[in-house]
């Protein structure tokens, strides 16, 4: 019985040790792809800031600004959908007395409305920068450039990562004397291409002799690829 019980356990590991085996003769490599783009568009992060007596009338003043500020950026071809409010808030401005005993009074209020505006056309963000500040604007926190369709530049990083990864995998199979068998799987290493990062910045100064000077620069975009092949006879 113990005997037959051996023969099982030798049975049963068979299959087990060849599929170690073939699992152990696998090559992985992975391969970065990065690709420079020209940017076609930025993101501009501004807004208005008013500070008045009471509420209502800090709220009123932003008001006017921010609407003078929202025609001027519509008149420069900013489209609706590339308006959107992030932020809008009243809060009070407190002063401290001159008596180190007495609270501290409301000196007045403040009141502020940030707006996230994209620009598609990167020849009037100098200037549209320079006249939404006279307009009134006098809050700015980020700009950015970006691609408006960022897909084929990310499908042209990930095309070189994939030769990348060949190329490396079929140096590495030379170089242990083995021969490459099948592509086993495939993926994308970073889950989908990495975001862009700009690049160093080239001096771009937009169309306006008036205008802000801004340096577009270039982005770049990475992918990593993965791939895992078999490992021939």
């Keep these: 019985m113990r005997?037959?019980?051996?023969?099982?356990?030798a049975l049963v590991s068979?299959?087990?040790?060849?599929?170690?085996?073939?699992a152990e003769r696998r090559l992985t490599v992975t391969g970065e792809g990065r690709?420079?783009?020209?940017?076609?568009?930025?993101t501009i992060s501004l807004g208005v800031t008013a500070e008045a007596r009471t509420a209502g009338e800090a709220i009123r003043a932003n008001s006017?600004?921010?609407?003078?500020?929202?025609?001027?950026?519509?008149a420069a071809g900013i489209e609706d959908r590339d308006l959107q409010t992030s932020n809008f808030s009243v809060h009070p401005r407190w002063e401290r007395a001159n008596s180190s005993n007495a609270a501290p009074r409301?000196?007045?209020?403040?009141?502020?409305?940030?707006?996230t505006v994209r620009v598609r056309?990167?020849?009037?963000?100098?200037?549209?920068?320079?006249?939404?500040?006279?307009?009134?604007?006098n809050s700015f926190s980020g700009l950015s450039f970006g691609l408006q369709d960022p897909e084929p530049v990310r499908d042209q990083a990930r095309v070189a990562a994939v030769a990348e990864a060949r190329r490396k995998a079929a140096l590495l199979a030379e170089a242990a004397g083995v021969t490459l068998g099948p592509l086993l799987s495939i993926d994308e290493a970073d889950g989908?291409?990495?975001?862009?990062?700009?690049?160093?910045?080239?001096?771009?100064?937009?169309?306006?002799?008036?205008?802000?000077p801004v340096?577009?620069?270039?982005?770049?975009?990475?992918?990593?690829?993965r791939l895992v092949y078999a490992i021939g006879e």
């Design 3 to 9: 005997f037959g019980l051996m023969i099982v356990a």
């Design 14 to 22: 068979l299959p087990l040790l060849g599929f170690a085996q073939e």
């Design 35 to 42: 690709i420079e783009a020209v940017p076609d568009m930025a």
């Design 64 to 74: 006017r600004a921010m609407d003078a500020v929202l025609e001027r950026l519509r």
């Design 106 to 115: 409301i000196a007045g209020f403040v009141a502020q409305n940030m707006l």
């Design 121 to 137: 056309d990167l020849s009037v963000l100098g200037e549209t920068l320079d006249a939404v500040a006279q307009d009134g604007a």
């Design 192 to 212: 989908g291409g990495r975001p862009p990062i700009m690049m160093e910045m080239a001096e771009a100064r937009m169309s306006s002799a008036d205008a802000v």
């Design 215 to 225: 340096a577009a620069g270039e982005l770049s975009m990475t992918a990593r690829i």
